[in-house]
Every structure is written in structure tokens, then in C-alpha cells.
């Protein structure tokens, strides 16, 4: 059996599993604006979230138990429904989740409370359906960030066990399943946000200890020239937010200060070297995910009070 047809039975299976649970509530969904979608089958908080074949992948997270947990769930946008995917080898919460090449990657994050860094990275292929080890990050950290450049991982920032926040950058090569150093960040943070666009890697945000610690920095990795630049600060001070590239731009969202859990959403536009405010968050939270699903952009958990909260709110914005 190829690779390509195991990838289409899984999603077959996919599909069956949701068509037995019964046909999904219908929800009206607007021509334009943030709209509700099925919320998340356990709600919580530190959730890693990337698209893979049309479909959002929510790994990992906080429970409202303060439990870790190892559950993977799937999210198929047009059947507005979930159903359960492979769950990871080990819990972790407040890893990075991306998408590179038709596989889905855990990378760092936090096992159980008191948080205790890992350098854990796995990958999971869909054809598969099972994770499996890649090699670890050369530093165990959480509260980390991540995002696909040309075909490489960028991992960035995170909090280690001897230092709040940190400056460490690795680029992650699938063909050779090995990391290797970048320049360090400017400004060391952890619970930042970042994406990548037009071979340049944005690390957004974050915070360099508590929450009276929150940053607003933006600074940005050429991919080609390994050179860092600092660029005009999101409007938001905020930890603990998430953020995409959708129609261009790269969105943050959400987040947390000492003001509290927030609904902030902002734009920035590489070309115009500008934020711009956007459609604010139904529902305020940190600890979330987001992704693009085609021309949809979705926000995924998260809590919506201080500390340990969690939600399973689900929602979607059409532009």
C-alpha cells in the first residue's frame, strides 16, 4: 500500500467516525465576520494546533483537572465535527504543533504541573496513525514557538528549568531528522507566537517571567540571511496568544497581561511594514490555538480567566 492511499483510507476512517456519531448541529455561517463552530470535545488550555489535509489537529493541552493530557483531536471544518485522533506517546501542554510535508510535529513543551520542560519532538503521519520520536531539541523548553520556513522547522524561544525565558533558535531539517542552531533571539521570551511568511520567520510577543512580564516585541528572522531585524511592536502587550498567516498578513490573536485574558486581534502587513486591528475575538483567551483552513481562519481552547482556566470554544472568521 502506498503512502498516499493509506493517507486517504485514514481520512475515510476519519469521516466514518464522524458520520457515526450522527449528523452535525447546523450552524449558519456568515458570509463574513467570526462565527461558532463545534466546540472542542475536552476543553483546555496550552493546546498545539496546525492544519494537515484540510483538517485542524488539536494536541496535547491542560485539563480543567490540572491534567495533562496526550489527546489528539481532528476537526473537519466542512462537516463541523470532531472526532479522535492518535494520541501522543507522553501529555505535554504548551508545546509548538506545525505541518511540514504531509506530517504533523510536537515539538518541546511541558509535562504535568509543576511544569517541567521536554525536548521531546514527535511526528506523526497520518498514513501511520501513530507518533513516533524524532530527535529531541538540543534544549528541553516550554511555552515554545514554532513555524515552517522552505521546508525547515524554525524553533524558538521557550522557558528551560534554569532560566525564565530564553533566546534559543533551531531550524529542524526532516530529511535528516537534525537540528542545528540559528542566531539567537534579540529578546529572550517564552509564550510567544510565531509564523512564517515569504522566508521570513515573526516571533511575536511572549513574556521574559510572570505575568507583569508581558512583551510586545516583534522581531523577525530572514531565512536566507539568518539575520534578526526588529520590527514595529504589535499594539497588544501579551503572553500566551497565537498566530497565523491569512489573506497575506500575519495574525495575532488572543493572549493574556495583567489586565487579563484578552480578545485582541491584530494584523500585521509585511509590505506596508504596518499593524492593523482586526475583528477582535468573540471570546478572550490565552493558551490557544489558531490556524488557516483554506480561506477560514480558526481560534481553538484555551482559557478565559487567569491561570490555569481552560475552554472549548471554536471559532472561525471568514473575510
Given at each position: 500500500m502506498t503512502r498516499s492511499t493509506a493517507h486517504r483510507i485514514f481520512l475515510l476512517a476519519l469521516a466514518a467516525t464522524a458520520a457515526a456519531c450522527g449528523p452535525p448541529e447546523t450552524r449558519p455561517v456568515p458570509e463574513a465576520g467570526w462565527f461558532q463552530g463545534a466546540p472542542l470535545p475536552v476543553p483546555r488550555t496550552g493546546v498545539g494546533v496546525a492544519e494537515l489535509g484540510g483538517r485542524l489537529w488539536a494536541v496535547g493541552g491542560l485539563t480543567a483537572q490540572g491534567e495533562t493530557t496526550p489527546q489528539v483531536d481532528v476537526y473537519d471544518p466542512t462537516a463541523d465535527a470532531w472526532v479522535m485522533g492518535p494520541s501522543l506517546p507522553v501529555p505535554i501542554h504548551h508545546a509548538a504543533v506545525v505541518a511540514l510535508e504531509g506530517r504533523l510535529y510536537s515539538i518541546g513543551g511541558y509535562r504535568g504541573v509543576p511544569f517541567e520542560p521536554v525536548a521531546y519532538v514527535f511526528v506523526m503521519d497520518p498514513a501511520e496513525g501513530r507518533w513516533r520520536?524524532?530527535?529531541?531539541?538540543?534544549?528541553?523548553?516550554g511555552g515554545i514557538a514554532a513555524a515552517v520556513s522552505d521546508g525547515r522547522i524554525y524553533a524558538i524561544g521557550g522557558a528551560s528549568e534554569d532560566e525564565a525565558a530564553v533566546r534559543n533558535v533551531?531550524?529542524?531539517?526532516?530529511?535528516?531528522?537534525?537540528?542545528?542552531?540559528?542566531?539567537?533571539?534579540?529578546?529572550?521570551?517564552?509564550?510567544?507566537?510565531a509564523a512564517a511568511f515569504d522566508g521570513v520567520v515573526y516571533a511575536i510577543g511572549g513574556r521574559i517571567g510572570g505575568i507583569s512580564t508581558v512583551l510586545s516585541a516583534v522581531e523577525a528572522l530572514d531565512t536566507r540571511s539568518l539575520r534578526w531585524e526588529t520590527l514595529p511592536a504589535v499594539p497588544t502587550a501579551r503572553a500566551g496568544l497565537a498566530a497565523a498567516v491569512?489573506?497575506?498578513?500575519?495574525?495575532?490573536?488572543?493572549?493574556?497581561?495583567?489586565?487579563?485574558?484578552?480578545?485582541?486581534?491584530?494584523?500585521?502587513?509585511?509590505?506596508?511594514?504596518?499593524?492593523?486591528?482586526?475583528?477582535?475575538?468573540?471570546?478572550?483567551?490565552?493558551?490557544?490555538?489558531?490556524?488557516?483552513?483554506?480561506?477560514?481562519?480558526?481560534?481553538?481552547?484555551?482559557?478565559?480567566?487567569?491561570?490555569?482556566?481552560?475552554?472549548?470554544?471554536?471559532?472561525?472568521?471568514?473575510?
Open positions: 520520536p524524532a530527535e529531541p531539541l538540543p534544549r528541553a523548553r533551531e531550524r529542524y531539517d526532516p530529511d535528516e531528522d537534525h537540528w542545528a542552531p540559528m542566531p539567537p533571539l534579540p529578546t529572550p521570551r517564552e509564550r510567544l507566537a491569512h489573506g497575506g498578513r500575519i495574525h495575532a490573536l488572543g493572549g493574556e497581561s495583567p489586565a487579563g485574558a484578552l480578545d485582541a486581534h491584530e494584523a500585521y502587513d509585511p509590505r506596508a511594514r504596518r499593524w492593523f486591528p482586526q475583528a477582535a475575538l468573540p471570546t478572550p483567551r490565552h493558551g490557544l490555538g489558531v490556524a488557516r483552513v483554506g480561506s477560514r481562519l480558526f481560534a481553538v481552547g484555551g482559557g478565559s480567566g487567569p491561570g490555569l482556566t481552560v475552554g472549548g470554544a471554536v471559532e472561525g472568521l471568514l473575510e
